[in-house]
């Protein structure tokens, strides 16, 4: 669950694409035109159509801090500054409550809904009344398995890739560990181990540089509780000294695990060795100042609210789900989508095909950790507590 | 009443000389059902370490585990008392996610805002685990006075606390992992640096060996005063000198764990002391933690066997109306074994916040279900009236041996539930067929 938690992204300044902006331009708006126009969207939000956009938002739990903190703020200010209206409700992690919002929020007016759904298909009776009621849907962070519902979420199979890229280039050969999350966890099992062996985790395992310390699969965390993986890593570092085998690099696939681990190895007065992670929680930044975890992924909210809030005043004119577009140059090169600015077809896993935008993921390292303190993800009293200022990394000076 | 030794069927002086193995092992008033699960416990041990390639018992491991089981342990201590009065409490775990959340919180943002930003307080681990006891024994207070005086079932109560109160801890800090914590209060969480050392270890296990002595010579003098059957002399002495053997035997193994090489190294480096040639060994002794295991253990043994209210407990337990009507004050009892809870709570807390440097929301997350399987498989019975604090500390070594084991030799998360799961039943099942048997 953790694993949800921190989704963002650097800059996806600005998906635009959306007619809604562009003063009289209707349905057909060329994508330039419109993203061009969106861009400038505070300036020209009186007067154009959009006013009359409702942009509807139901939020599965509001108790992770991300959501109100990054993601809502966003989209609405993203959806107020284009001249839309902005209305949301949260289901408090329950199913029902959430089929009931959607209802409630569709008969105030909703001329587009973003879903953050609590559960990927049990949402769908809730997707297809928004359909029939002509209203399009954005599928928020999580996928809604409908070919109807445009998907905007960070890439977790790069998520994955972006750990061990970084791992794997400080540690290119050696003992690794391997620590995943929850097993029933789609992200745990199947997306972020994929992204690990783009990185060319399978080939140097099969080569003979890397050796898994703790079997091919890793071990798995219940939950992915920081408790168990603090126990589970003990266990693995009691083996590895039976063994006499020194630990090189530890891939955690996310932050709660990478934490317990760090228990782990302070517990045992190990050291420190390479270690990743995802979420950008506090605890995690602290530890990457502190050089106690090496590198953690983060997904920047405040982005991805800003292109969904972008992309919900488009549909909300008129604009076709299948070319939306984004502007070029507004998007950090370094998050933009791989596959490029247009929504790309996305093969989900109950073989769907949908619209979507998969922006990428920051890795963050002691080196660039400014980066987190600019997104307002960590305040600089917070990521440098304790730091040592002899050994601080630039960003705690 | 099956943990009171004294008053357990004891043999006579006057009883004629017998001499089958049974009678022998009678004669000792050993406890069977806490022998059997002693040797449970060695046989788990020995079954992992042939899997695992003859590496598994060696002293780093073996401490690991204990301090991996001492939360658990602790609590199922308390959880004795409250199962052995006929209630439960589902909140333990809960109370241990907000106690350890607190912790974190006094010692990161409280303390230095209260005390100033760069005070670096030298006591604050005492206030901050006084303030976690404080709070525990209040949280308990209100839940057992909620089942006692209103009468509200303590299943019902303490699932709302299960609920309630882990809810609280997402408020304290928004969902998010505080950590940080004072250094001296990580030591709690045991490690190479949180162990008492070689000298300590030494004289702790000399001190157990004298008063294993001391209380058996007691115990016997008392018999003889008040007229009670004694043990025969020769099992006087094989329980003194096993007893004896083991302390001292647990104190040598725990002295043969030595600090990780790299922080030897640069204790060295730091102390301008050569390193040898095997490198510098600096044994550890017995983590903070297993000292707490074994304070607590002989602490509430005390309170559930030689003081007033553990007799209350028992006897509560064994009949409600005939201790109402006996002239206990039941209520007062049974509010007061939920406050023990919440003061346990504080110490398992302690240990968790302290091991992690830190909390997070989940910690303490089904705490409860190892709790009480601890303290079932120790012996506690759901009837009432029946449970050893020794035998649930037990249960707790056990439960942690299996999935410290499995974890060991490469066995995930579900396998390890699994096995878990299939134990509890078998030792219950087992222990279940076994009373009706010597019924």
Same mark, same amino acid.
């Given at each position: 669950?953790?694993?949800?938690?921190?989704?963002?992204?650097?800059?996806?300044?600005?998906?635009?694409?959306?007619?809604?902006?562009?003063?009289?331009?209707?349905?057909?708006?060329?994508?330039?035109?419109?993203?061009?126009?969106?861009?400038?969207?505070?300036?020209?939000?009186?007067?154009?159509?959009?006013?009359?956009?409702?942009?509807?938002?139901?939020?599965?739990?509001?108790?992770?801090?991300?959501?109100?903190?990054?993601?809502?703020?966003?989209?609405?200010?993203?959806?107020?500054?284009?001249?839309?209206?902005?209305?949301?409700?949260?289901?408090?992690?329950?199913?029902?409550?959430?089929?009931?919002?959607?209802?409630?929020?569709?008969?105030?007016?909703?001329?587009?809904?973003?879903?953050?759904?609590?559960?990927?298909?049990?949402?769908?009776?809730?997707?297809?009344?928004?359909?029939?009621?002509?209203?399009?849907?954005?599928?928020?962070?999580?996928?809604?398995?409908?070919?109807? =519902?445009?998907?905007?979420?960070?890439?977790?199979?790069?998520?994955?890739?972006? %750990?061990?890229?970084?791992?794997?280039?400080?540690?290119?050969?050696?003992?690794?560990?391997?620590?995943?999350?929850?097993?029933?966890?789609?992200?745990?099992?199947?997306?972020?181990?994929?992204?690990?062996?783009?990185?060319?985790?399978?080939?140097?395992?099969?080569?003979?540089?890397?050796?898994?310390?703790?079997?091919?699969?890793?071990?798995?965390?219940?939950?992915?509780?920081?408790?168990?993986?603090?126990?589970?890593?003990?266990?693995?570092?009691?083996?590895?000294?039976?063994?006499?085998?020194?630990?090189?690099?530890?891939?955690?696939?996310?932050?709660?695990?990478?934490?317990?681990?760090?228990?782990?190895?302070?517990?045992?007065?190990?050291?420190?060795?390479?270690?990743?992670?995802?979420?950008?929680?506090?605890?995690?930044?602290?530890?990457?100042?502190?050089?106690?975890?090496?590198?953690?992924?983060?997904?920047?909210?405040? %982005?991805?609210?800003?292109?969904?809030?972008?992309?919900?005043?488009?549909?909300?004119?008129?604009?076709?789900?299948?070319?939306?577009?984004?502007?070029?140059?507004?998007?950090?090169?370094?998050?933009?989508?791989?596959?490029?600015?247009?929504?790309?077809?996305?093969?989900?896993?109950?073989?769907?095909?949908?619209?979507?935008?998969?922006?990428?993921?920051?890795?963050?390292?002691?080196?660039?950790?400014?980066?987190?303190?600019?997104?307002?993800?960590?305040?600089?009293?917070?990521?440098?507590?304790?730091?040592?200022? =002899?050994?601080?990394?630039?960003?705690?000076? | 009443?099956?943990?009171?030794?004294?008053?357990?069927?004891?043999?006579?002086?006057?009883?004629?000389?017998?001499?089958?193995?049974?009678?022998?092992?009678?004669?000792?008033?050993?406890?069977?059902?806490?022998?059997?699960?002693?040797?449970?416990?060695?046989?788990?041990?020995?079954?992992?370490?042939?899997?695992?390639?003859?590496?598994?018992?060696?002293?780093?491991?073996?401490?690991?585990?204990?301090?991996?089981?001492?939360?658990?342990?602790?609590?199922?201590?308390?959880?004795?008392?409250?199962?052995?009065?006929?209630?439960?409490?589902?909140?333990?775990?809960?109370?241990?996610?907000?106690?350890?959340?607190?912790?974190?919180?006094?010692?990161?943002?409280?303390?230095?805002?209260?005390?100033?930003?760069?005070?670096?307080?030298?006591?604050?681990?005492?206030?901050?685990?006084?303030?976690?006891?404080?709070?525990?024994?209040?949280?308990?207070?209100?839940?057992?006075?909620?089942?006692?005086?209103?009468?509200?079932?303590?299943?019902?109560?303490?699932?709302?606390?299960?609920?309630?109160?882990?809810?609280?801890?997402?408020?304290?800090?928004?969902?998010?992992?505080?950590?940080?914590?004072?250094?001296?209060?990580?030591?709690?969480?045991?490690?190479?640096?949180?162990?008492?050392?070689?000298?300590?270890?030494?004289?702790?296990?000399?001190?157990?060996?004298?008063?294993?002595?001391?209380?058996?010579?007691?115990?016997?003098?008392?018999?003889?005063?008040?007229?009670?059957?004694?043990?025969?002399?020769?099992?006087?002495?094989?329980?003194?000198?096993?007893?004896?053997?083991?302390?001292?035997?647990?104190?040598?193994?725990?002295?043969?764990?030595?600090?990780?090489?790299?922080?030897?190294?640069?204790?060295?480096?730091?102390?301008?002391?050569?390193?040898?040639?095997?490198?510098?060994?600096?044994?550890?002794?017995?983590?903070?933690?297993?000292?707490?295991?074994?304070?607590?253990?002989?602490?509430?043994?005390?309170?559930?066997?030689?003081?007033?209210?553990?007799?209350?407990?028992?006897?509560?337990?064994?009949?409600?109306?005939?201790?109402?009507?006996?002239?206990?004050?039941?209520?007062?009892?049974?509010?007061?074994?939920?406050?023990?809870?919440?003061?346990?709570?504080?110490?398992?807390?302690?240990?968790?916040?302290?091991?992690?440097?830190?909390?997070?929301?989940?910690?303490?997350?089904?705490?409860?279900?190892?709790?009480?399987?601890?303290?079932?498989?120790?012996?506690?019975?759901?009837?009432?009236?029946?449970?050893?604090?020794?035998?649930?500390?037990?249960?707790?070594?056990?439960?942690? =041996?299996?999935?410290?084991?499995?974890?060991?030799?490469?066995?995930?998360?579900?396998?390890?539930?699994?096995?878990?799961?299939?134990?509890?039943?078998? =030792?219950?099942?087992?222990?279940?067929?076994?009373?009706?048997?010597?019924?």
């Amino acid at each position: 669950m953790m694993i949800r938690r921190l989704a963002s992204i650097t800059a996806i300044a600005a998906l635009t694409l959306g007619a809604c902006t562009s003063g009289g331009g209707g349905a057909s708006a060329a994508p330039s035109t419109a993203a061009s126009a969106a861009a400038s969207a505070p300036a020209s939000a009186a007067g154009s159509p959009a006013a009359a956009c409702t942009v509807a938002v139901s939020w599965n739990n509001f108790q992770q801090p991300r959501w109100a903190a990054h993601d809502k703020p966003n989209i609405q200010q993203t959806v107020e500054a284009g001249g839309g209206t902005y209305i949301d409700a949260d289901a408090n992690l329950s199913n029902e409550q959430q089929a009931t919002d959607i209802t409630t929020l569709l008969s105030k007016g909703a001329k587009v809904l973003i879903v953050l759904a609590q559960d990927t298909t049990a949402v769908l009776p809730s997707i297809k009344a928004a359909k029939d009621a002509g209203v399009p849907v954005i599928a928020y962070d999580r996928l809604i398995e409908d070919t109807g =519902a445009l998907y905007i979420t960070f890439d977790n199979v790069g998520v994955g890739k972006a %750990e061990a890229d970084a791992v794997i280039a400080k540690v290119p050969k050696g003992n690794y560990v391997l620590i995943k999350g929850d097993p029933g966890d789609p992200n745990a099992k199947t997306f972020l181990p994929q992204g690990w062996d783009q990185a060319g985790l399978k080939d140097k395992v099969a080569s003979g540089d890397i050796v898994l310390l703790n079997g091919p699969d890793g071990t798995f965390t219940d939950a992915w509780k920081t408790e168990k993986a603090q126990s589970n890593m003990e266990a693995i570092i009691d083996k590895a000294v039976a063994d006499g085998k020194k630990i090189d690099a530890i891939l955690a696939e996310n932050d709660s695990t990478a934490l317990g681990v760090v228990g782990a190895l302070t517990a045992k007065s190990y050291g420190y060795p390479p270690l990743s992670g995802q979420d950008g929680d506090t605890a995690n930044l602290n530890n990457v100042a502190l050089g106690r975890q090496y590198v953690d992924v983060w997904k920047n909210a405040n %982005e991805l609210g800003k292109a969904a809030g972008a992309a919900a005043l488009a549909l909300c004119n008129g604009g076709d789900m299948a070319s939306l577009k984004l502007q070029d140059g507004l998007i950090d090169p370094k998050v933009a989508p791989v596959a490029g600015l247009t929504a790309q077809p996305f093969t989900t896993p109950g073989g769907n095909t949908v619209s979507s935008f998969i922006l990428q993921p920051t890795p963050l390292t002691a080196d660039n950790l400014q980066l987190a303190i600019d997104g307002k993800q960590i305040t600089k009293d917070e990521l440098c507590k304790g730091v040592d200022a =002899a050994t601080a990394p630039s960003a705690c000076k | 009443m099956a943990n009171v030794a004294d008053v357990a069927p004891v043999s006579g002086q006057a009883r004629p000389p017998r001499s089958s193995i049974r009678e022998l092992v009678a004669q000792t008033e050993i406890d069977l059902r806490l022998f059997g699960m002693l040797v449970a416990f060695i046989l788990i041990l020995a079954t992992f370490h042939v899997i695992s390639g003859g590496k598994l018992v060696q002293p780093t491991n073996m401490l690991t585990m204990s301090v991996q089981a001492a939360g658990i342990a602790i609590i199922a201590t308390g959880m004795v008392l409250v199962i052995v009065s006929r209630n439960i409490d589902l909140s333990v775990g809960s109370l241990v996610g907000l106690i350890s959340m607190s912790y974190a919180l006094w010692m990161t943002d409280w303390f230095p805002r209260i005390f100033g930003i760069s005070a670096n307080v030298p006591f604050q681990w005492v206030l901050a685990l006084a303030l976690g006891i404080a709070l525990g024994a209040a949280i308990g207070a209100l839940q057992g006075f909620i089942i006692a005086y209103i009468g509200v079932p303590s299943f019902i109560v303490t699932l709302g606390g299960l609920l309630s109160i882990r809810g609280l801890v997402w408020y304290q800090s928004q969902g998010a992992a505080v950590t940080g914590l004072d250094p001296t209060f990580q030591l709690i969480g045991g490690g190479a640096l949180g162990s008492v050392g070689a000298t300590l270890t030494w004289f702790l296990g000399g001190l157990g060996c004298v008063a294993i002595v001391f209380l058996l010579i007691t115990s016997r003098r008392q018999r003889h005063r008040y007229g009670f059957p004694v043990r025969p002399i020769w099992a006087e002495v094989l329980l003194g000198v096993v007893g004896c053997a083991i302390v001292l035997g647990v104190s040598w193994f725990a002295n043969n764990n030595f600090w990780p090489k790299g922080l030897a190294d640069r204790y060295a480096a730091d102390h301008g002391i050569p390193i040898p040639a095997g490198g510098l060994l600096i044994p550890t002794g017995f983590p903070y933690p297993i000292i707490l295991v074994i304070g607590v253990t002989l602490v509430m043994s005390w309170l559930a066997n030689r003081r007033r209210f553990g007799r209350y407990v028992y006897a509560y337990g064994g009949n409600p109306d005939a201790a109402e009507l006996g002239g206990i004050n039941t209520r007062w009892t049974i509010l007061k074994t939920y406050v023990v809870m919440g003061v346990l709570c504080a110490l398992a807390a302690a240990i968790a916040a302290a091991r992690l440097n830190g909390s997070t929301l989940d910690i303490g997350v089904s705490y409860e279900l190892y709790v009480i399987a601890a303290a079932v498989i120790g012996g506690t019975s759901f009837a009432g009236g029946i449970g050893t604090i020794p035998g649930a500390v037990l249960g707790a070594f056990v439960l942690q =041996a299996l999935s410290y084991g499995l974890s060991f030799i490469g066995v995930n998360s579900p396998g390890q539930n699994v096995v878990a799961g299939v134990v509890l039943i078998l =030792a219950v099942g087992f222990d279940t067929l076994n009373r009706r048997r010597g019924a």
